[in-house]
């Protein structure tokens, strides 16, 4: 466990020990993958699991492309649309990545990038500040996941070596590992969730509706593990099936969200306000998880599943 003002050094920590070396989704042991994140955001700072987690991702990005990454540097992937684009004939990114997190931490990010042709490029960037690279975390307003360090980049004729260039034009977006990806994020929300769960159970005590409210985390806590072993497996038995994956995750997020929605109303309505008040950690946790579920676009993805659902049904 790490404390709040310790981010870089805790992430350091779990590069170091090896703890980030996750099996690639689709490769056997997707499970595993999912298991090991949601023990890192149930034990953890929560925004000590969202920064590993992107780390995670890029490597597997990486993995799919037949890249390698560059030894010992922790990775981001800032992917939110923004204006910065990529120049080939000078090799270099000019415009603005909002909602860019590791800001400081990270030594280099996957970013996507508007390339000449109007498509989407990815590219492996280095991104310590310097004259071509501005790093801007005073838009962050709230104090929740203020320990990730999001804010906006701004790039100037910032240099990016040829051989750094991720798969061709429209393929981060493309790929099935896309979708394998995105259940990553909703395994930490779980595990950020089940953290809730575990202090739910020192709280507990002898008052009726409390226990009943505390049996019920407990039961979502099983739950969503039992989600993402399931989801696991069966990436591991279509791991090339692209529309399989888009739904799987798009209802996998989903579901995770609405769990751990419920845990959190559950968690208030059974202890009020005290946890909130004399609790640091478990307030932070609190805002923490709740911010982070805000990731989840809502009736947007629920609005694709019935949307594709239509498509192949004929209607």
Do not use: N
Request: glycine share 12%.
């Amino acid at each position: 466990m790490t404390t709040d003002g310790s981010t870089s050094e805790a992430m350091h920590e779990l590069l170091v020990s090896g703890r980030l070396d996750l099996p690639h989704p689709g490769g056997g042991a997707t499970s595993d993958r999912h298991r090991a994140l949601i023990e890192l955001a149930r034990t953890y700072p929560v925004g000590v699991a969202r920064l590993a987690e992107a780390h995670c991702d890029a490597m597997s990005i990486l993995a799919e492309a037949g890249c390698e990454p560059v030894g010992g540097a922790l990775y981001g992937v800032w992917a939110s649309a923004g204006s910065a684009a990529w120049d080939p004939a000078t090799s270099t990114i000019s415009g603005t990545k909002p909602f860019c997190s590791g800001l400081g931490i990270v030594e280099r990010a996957l970013v996507t990038v508007v390339d000449d042709t109007g498509g989407q490029r990815l590219l492996d960037v280095a991104v310590d500040p310097t004259d071509s690279l501005e790093l801007d975390t005073a838009v962050w307003a709230t104090a929740a996941l203020s320990d990730t360090a999001t804010g906006d980049v701004h790039f100037a004729g910032h240099p990016v070596a040829d051989h750094r260039i991720v798969g061709p034009s429209g393929w981060y977006l493309d790929r099935v590992g896309f979708w394998h990806g995105a259940c990553g994020p909703a395994a930490c929300w779980a595990g950020a969730a089940i953290g809730l769960v575990d202090a739910a159970e020192r709280f507990d005590g002898s008052d009726p509706h409390r226990r009943a409210q505390t049996g019920a985390l407990e039961a979502s806590a099983w739950g969503l593990q039992a989600l993402f072993d399931s989801a696991g497996l069966q990436i591991d038995a279509s791991p090339r099936d692209r529309a399989a994956a888009e739904h799987r995750a798009r209802s996998l997020r989903h579901l995770s969200e609405r769990m751990c929605a419920d845990v959190l109303d559950r968690f208030g309505r059974a202890f009020g306000p005290r946890p909130f008040t004399t609790e640091a950690t478990v307030a932070r946790r609190f805002a923490d998880t709740h911010l982070y579920l805000r990731q989840h676009h809502g009736e947007r993805e629920l609005g694709e599943i019935g949307s594709r659902r239509s498509e192949h049904s004929g209607e």
